[in-house]
């Protein structure tokens, strides 16, 4: 597609649910990056893919959080048992190659904010 | 680790006026910086960048300039318009663990008025 979509835009859950929040990047962007920002915040790297395989995950807070990138293209984060402190805007972002240093310019998606209440 | 610091907003200035919005690094090796924006309701967008010691980055009137010597990026716009009103984030691209990624500041708010 034209753009990194991210699917829901708006996810409100009870704590305690198991949430998932889908990333839809750019047509031929091998690297997927997951990113979280809480308000007043600068966006916190989550989780790495360079085509099906996570290469970097060491962002990921705890083993509730989880990812998979199964076919290279779309992704989605899962969140297991969420918790009031998971509240906040989960962003997506592609890239066509990141293996040249500062070649790396990152796409990013619109945002899938969560609350849990 | 590496890290970005970012001059704290809101800020507040009035049409053609002068913006400098202060960003420093701390990085081992010799990472690449960036700007990016997030205008109002939508997702971040790349400013500008730049990948050496002395590079000057510059888009939409917006300039920055890498100095290796005082660890800083700080962004500047000669004469500031409505339309940038938007949170400017500073970043460093460092290598880790073998993946690139992007270490961001916590964000500076502007808000021009006419």
């Known amino acids: 597609g034209a753009g990194v979509s991210q699917t829901p835009s708006n996810k409100v859950t009870e704590k305690g649910k198991y949430v998932e929040l889908r990333c839809d990047p750019i047509s031929g962007h091998t690297a997927l990056y997951w990113y979280r920002q809480s308000l007043g915040q600068g966006p916190e790297f989550l989780i790495y893919f360079q085509g099906t395989g996570a290469a970097d995950d060491s962002g990921l807070p705890n083993d509730r959080f989880f990812a998979v990138r199964p076919e290279g293209s779309v992704s989605t984060l899962k969140i297991q048992r969420t918790e009031r402190g998971d509240s906040a805007v989960y962003l997506c972002a592609s890239a066509r190659n990141s293996r040249t240093p500062g070649a790396n310019v990152l796409t990013f998606g619109a945002g899938s904010r969560l609350t849990v209440l | 680790g590496n890290s970005v610091t970012q001059m704290e907003g809101p800020v507040t200035l009035s049409e053609e006026a002068f913006l400098t919005i202060n960003c420093t690094y701390t990085?081992?090796?010799?990472?690449?910086l960036f700007w990016y924006v997030q205008y109002p309701g939508e997702g971040l967008q790349l400013l500008l960048k730049a990948t050496k010691a002395d590079d000057k980055g510059s888009n939409k009137g917006f300039e920055a300039t890498y100095r290796k010597e005082t660890t800083s990026f700080h962004l500047e716009k000669g004469s500031v318009q409505v339309s940038d009103s938007a949170v400017y984030f500073c970043a460093l691209s460092s290598t880790q663990g073998g993946s690139e990624k992007l270490v961001f500041g916590k964000g500076t708010k502007l808000t021009v008025n006419p």
């Open positions: 990085a081992t090796g010799y990472p690449s």
